[in-house]
T-cell receptor, first 117, second 115 residues
Framework: GAVVSQHPSWVICKSGTSVKIECRSL??????MFWYRQFPKQSLMLMAT?????????EQGVEKDKFLINHASLTLSTLTVTSAHPEDSSFYIC?????????????FGAGTRLSVL | AQSVAQPEDQVNVAEGNPLTVKCTYS??????LFWYVQYPNRGLQFLLK??????LVKGSYGFEAEFNKSQTSFHLKKPSALVSDSALYFC?????????????FGTGTLLAVQP
């Protein structure tokens, strides 16, 4: 079964509104989670590293005021796309490294497809 | 700079035939290498990994990959392809330095298995 849950799976919003995407680790604690963006038929682009209890680390070129990340607990990270525009339409995926023996493996959420009208 | 390359955008293979999806890497130090599969509109699923030990790594769904240090490759293989194997496959290398477990992904290879 899934070890990382992502919600919602699909969201449609109007231009200018904000959208929140949740990423939860199920039955394990994740002090770090990762947020990716994927364009059609392209690879995953790492947007930021979400750190529990501290600020997220953003990759070069990613607007931190545009993509707000909050990692308020050991099992939940949220990505908020603020003032969304059509160019923000994409597939957003989160991941969390599974701890202990399998700590090198990242488990991914099912993704969120964002469509901005 | 650490990177991973998947030279083929798409691989076509007939069902029952062996398949290979290629991956080469460039890292400083010992590489941690991974293969993930993605089905349409889904997140990535872990297939297998190489950290250390035997060069031939066996993973989920009958897939395996061979780590070749001299050729800096980590090709994904399966002896007999299934139509259900059709998906997008990503090779990834773990980034050394900075955040733990940060992955760098290749551009992906679409595997199409014809019945």
């Amino acid at each position: 079964g899934a070890v990382v849950s992502q919600h919602p799976s699909w969201v449609i919003c109007k231009s200018g509104t904000s959208v929140k995407i949740e990423c939860r680790s199920l039955d394990f604690q994740a002090t770090t989670m990762f947020w990716y963006r994927q364009f059609p038929k392209q690879s995953l682009m790492l947007m930021a590293t979400s750190n529990e209890g501290s600020k997220a680390t953003y990759e070069q070129g990613v607007e931190k005021d545009k993509f707000l990340i909050n990692h308020a607990s050991l099992t939940l990270s949220t990505l908020t796309v603020t003032s969304a525009h059509p160019e923000d339409s994409s597939f957003y995926i989160c991941s969390a490294p599974f701890p202990l023996l399998a700590k090198n493996i990242q488990y991914f959420g099912a993704g969120t497809r964002l469509s901005v009208l | 700079a650490q990177s991973v390359a998947q030279p083929e955008d798409q691989v076509n293979v007939a069902e029952g035939n062996p398949l290979t999806v290629k991956c080469t890497y460039s890292v400083s130090g010992n590489p941690y290498l991974f293969w993930y599969v993605q089905y349409p509109n889904r997140g990535l699923q872990f297939l297998l990994k190489y950290i250390t030990g035997d060069n031939l790594v066996k993973g989920s769904y009958g897939f395996e990959a061979e780590f070749n240090k001299s050729q800096t490759s980590f090709h994904l293989k399966k002896p007999s392809a299934l139509v259900s194997d059709s998906a997008l496959y990503f090779c990834a290398v773990r980034f050394h330095g900075g955040a733990t477990n940060k992955l760098i992904f290749g551009t992906g290879t679409l595997l199409a298995v014809q019945p």
